[in-house]
């Protein structure tokens, strides 16, 4: 058995270092699309966060291997920690399979992103310090942004077999002691008003029930009752099954936001909302965001204000989105 991993681990790792099948990005051309100037507009990270230890995020503009494989490397020299989202963009359909338009306006299939991610892991894993204990929680992410698939309830179901591939991997490539695999969507209300396509994409991950987690990491868009109603956003904040909310803070009034859906959650649904941390996308002398630190401060005390003492904990994991 011991030699059917080793022969499994070492055909895993083949399909991130072989040097011919690196030399292109895993993608299709497709046309760019005007959404993406709403969201590439993100800035860099050009140096390590202080005083925070947030690990970095990263809206990704390739599938290419050698470049994930990096990235990965590069977190783990600057010793990140916690949970990493890679968001490759919004849910696509090319004719052929589902997958994503990235940041680049080009498509990318969901198999290309799985062996991006695991490109990620790989270079996290071999650029550790001998034995480190360092871990992530590594995120395949989408947003729910005007999704260009057939069926978005099959887009959540094949995002989570994916997770599950990957998961595979990371345990055949002797990996997973360090990097854990999930998922994640940047939901926010005013991209699907109606919530259907939102719902139709959570319910199809719940349907695969592999046990990974599915990150929210959104935001509220004005508040409970703004587009959707306490009970759907409990629903994708924790309310289903597998997910938990990792909410955008960049500033105090997104933070009054989620302390009011903490509070009516737990007045009206007798609930808690599932936070797993909190998200920002600060950059020195940009005043894109607060700072992961007092991000996590500033949500921490308005839950305290608004819920008092039920307010549901958020862990101290946070996380900075920039542009790859």
């Not at 994409?201 to 719940?206: D, S, T, V, Y």
């Not at 005390?301 to 307010?311: D, E």
């Amino acid at each position: 058995m011991k030699h059917i991993f080793l022969l499994v681990a070492a055909v895993a790792a083949a399909l991130v270092l072989s040097t011919d099948a690196l030399a292109q990005p895993a993608t299709e051309g497709l046309a760019f699309s005007p959404w993406l100037s709403a969201l590439v507009d993100h800035p860099k990270d050009p140096k390590p966060l202080h005083p925070s230890r947030a690990t970095g995020s990263l809206y990704e503009r390739t599938t290419s291997r050698p470049v994930l494989r990096m990235q990965g490397c590069e977190a783990a020299k600057k010793g990140r920690q916690g949970i990493v989202i890679l968001d490759f963009g919004k849910l696509a359909y090319s004719g052929r399979g589902y997958g994503t338009i990235l940041f680049s306006g080009r498509f990318a299939s969901n198999r290309s992103i799985t062996r991006a991610m695991y490109a990620y892991a790989y270079g996290y894993h071999h650029c550790l310090p001998e034995g480190s204990l360092a871990h992530i929680d590594l995120a395949r992410g989408t947003s729910n942004y005007h999704p260009g698939v057939p069926s978005a309830f099959t887009a959540g179901r094949l995002w989570a077999r994916e997770t599950m591939a990957l998961s595979h991997l990371l345990y055949f490539g002797a990996i997973d002691q360090h990097v854990r695999s999930a998922a994640a969507d940047d939901a926010e209300p005013a991209w699907d008003p109606a919530f259907h396509k939102t719902r139709d994409f959570f319910r199809g991950f719940r349907a695969s029930r592999n046990g990974r987690t599915l990150y929210n990491y959104g935001s509220l868009d004005g508040g409970v009752g703004s587009f959707w109603n306490a009970r759907q956003l409990y629903f994708v904040s924790g309310g289903m099954r597998y997910s938990r909310v990792v909410p955008e803070i960049y500033n105090k009034e997104m933070a009054r936001q989620w302390a009011e859906l903490a509070a009516v959650v737990h007045r009206t649904l007798h609930r808690s909302v599932r936070f797993a941390g909190v998200m920002t996308q600060y950059a020195t002398g940009c005043g894109c965001s607060l700072n992961p630190p007092k991000a996590h401060r500033t949500l921490v005390r308005a839950l305290a204000a608004s819920v008092g003492s039920a307010a549901p904990a958020v862990p101290t994991t946070t996380t900075n989105i920039t542009a790859a």
